[in-house]
């Protein structure tokens, strides 16, 4: 079977390699899935670079946090040969061989059946990040979160989890505002769905005053660092900021100030390890609530040879939108 394999030179650095693998190869699990699509997510830029990010601890090693396809074979009652599967999460691609190869061999546990009104690509059109958008706005709207309370702030919103977020709260009549630090995705952003465009300047900034104009009913914060702290107090009374992504750094600025004198929550969302149940709902939400024709509109499809060049630019920042992989081409 054909794979991105990451091997590791006499130097410590690794390098990606296009090669064919033997079946018995593949890590330990329960099922083995026919693999069709993977993704290109931040994760995997770090898998793909020559030290390997800090994620991939041991060598020759399959990048590739998440993967569609269809069961070969199971050890497992729940997956029959034929079942078409997700995955998403559990280290997949970092500790654990991922989807960057035409088969994989993974724990039941980790794997969800796919909704009948969402094929393998388009889970993979999806994939962690839209599945990380849908989680997060879950918790904004299990705090109280509804179209009426006013308009939802996306930070990271040309990103995978951010045009997901556009494309899935206007879709549910949200009015999105998105904030994009460069003016030509404007356009881009608008087809998705967004209202509202704001510069990234203006919100990535220091903390000024604990509290400003009261502006936004909900957030789903991509980027973390300085912005979250500075947005925190822009956010209206009682409402809630999901935080998914830390591309602007896991340190930030902020005062208690917002949380006791407006009741502003704060939500870590992390997809990682999700119970099962909540990972069907996501995912029977995203069959429902996502308008999967928009999808086509944030995608572009790559190849296994594409993505050593691909990686080195998500780290850039030069990917928009989802990178689908089909595995197979």
């Given at each position: 079977?054909?794979?991105?394999?990451?091997e590791q030179g006499t130097d410590g650095l690794a390098k990606p390699e296009i090669k064919d693998i033997d079946e018995g190869h593949l890590p330990e699990g329960d099922v083995t899935v026919r693999?069709?699509?993977?993704?290109?997510?931040?994760?995997?830029?770090?898998?793909?670079?020559?030290?390997?990010?800090?994620?991939?601890?041991?060598?020759?090693?399959?990048?590739?946090?998440?993967?569609?396809?269809?069961?070969?074979?199971?050890?497992?009652?729940?997956?029959?040969?034929?079942?078409?599967?997700?995955?998403?999460?559990?280290?997949?691609?970092?500790?654990?061989?991922?989807?960057?190869?035409?088969?994989?061999?993974?724990?039941?546990?980790?794997?969800?059946?796919?909704?009948?009104?969402?094929?393998?690509?388009?889970?993979?059109?999806?994939?962690?990040?839209?599945?990380?958008?849908?989680?997060?706005?879950?918790?904004?709207?299990?705090?109280?979160?509804?179209?009426?309370?006013?308009?939802?702030?996306?930070?990271?919103?040309?990103?995978?989890?951010?045009?997901?977020?556009?494309?899935?709260?206007?879709?549910?009549?949200?009015?999105?505002?998105?904030?994009?630090?460069?003016?030509?995705?404007?356009?881009?952003?608008?087809?998705?769905?967004?209202?509202?465009?704001?510069?990234?300047?203006?919100?990535?900034?220091?903390?000024?005053?604990?509290?400003?104009?009261?502006?936004?009913?909900?957030?789903?914060?991509?980027?973390?660092?300085?912005?979250?702290?500075?947005?925190?107090?822009?956010?209206?009374?009682?409402?809630?900021?999901?935080?998914?992504?830390?591309?602007?750094?896991?340190?930030?600025?902020?005062?208690?100030?917002?949380?006791?004198?407006?009741?502003?929550?704060?939500?870590?969302?992390?997809?990682?390890?999700?119970?099962?149940?909540?990972?069907?709902?996501?995912?029977?939400?995203?069959?429902?609530?996502?308008?999967?024709?928009?999808?086509?509109?944030?995608?572009?499809?790559?190849?296994?040879?594409?993505?050593?060049?691909?990686?080195?630019?998500?780290?850039?920042?030069?990917?928009?939108?989802?990178?689908?992989?089909?595995?197979?081409?």
């Amino acid at each position: 079977m054909r794979a991105l394999v990451m091997e590791q030179g006499t130097d410590g650095l690794a390098k990606p390699e296009i090669k064919d693998i033997d079946e018995g190869h593949l890590p330990e699990g329960d099922v083995t899935v026919r693999v069709e699509f993977s993704t290109l997510n931040y994760k995997d830029g770090l898998c793909l670079s020559p030290k390997g990010g800090g994620l991939v601890k041991t060598y020759p090693h399959v990048p590739g946090i998440d993967f569609s396809g269809v069961v070969e074979a199971s050890d497992d009652p729940r997956y029959a040969p034929g079942d078409r599967v997700v995955l998403t999460g559990w280290r997949v691609g970092e500790i654990h061989w991922g989807g960057y190869a035409q088969k994989a061999r993974v724990k039941a546990d980790w794997l969800v059946k796919l909704p009948d009104a969402i094929s393998t690509r388009q889970a993979m059109a999806v994939g962690t990040a839209g599945f990380t958008a849908m989680l997060a706005l879950q918790a904004l709207e299990d705090a109280g979160l509804t179209p009426d309370k006013g308009p939802v702030l996306v930070t990271g919103a040309t990103g995978g989890v951010g045009s997901v977020a556009v494309a899935l709260l206007a879709n549910l009549g949200y009015e999105v505002a998105a904030v994009t630090g460069r003016v030509e995705q404007e356009p881009y952003l608008r087809a998705l769905g967004a209202s509202i465009i704001v510069p990234r300047e203006d919100i990535n900034q220091p903390v000024a005053r604990p509290l400003e104009k009261a502006t936004w009913a909900g957030c789903i914060d991509a980027v973390g660092g300085d912005m979250l702290g500075r947005l925190l107090g822009q956010m209206d009374v009682n409402s809630s900021v999901a935080l998914v992504g830390l591309a602007g750094g896991a340190a930030f600025s902020s005062t208690v100030v917002p949380f006791l004198l407006r009741g502003v929550k704060l939500f870590g969302i992390d997809s990682v390890t999700m119970p099962y149940e909540a990972r069907v709902r996501a995912w029977n939400r995203l069959a429902t609530d996502l308008p999967m024709g928009k999808l086509e509109d944030m995608v572009q499809t790559a190849t296994l040879n594409d993505l050593p060049e691909l990686g080195a630019a998500i780290l850039k920042g030069q990917v928009k939108g989802r990178v689908v992989v089909d595995v197979n081409a």
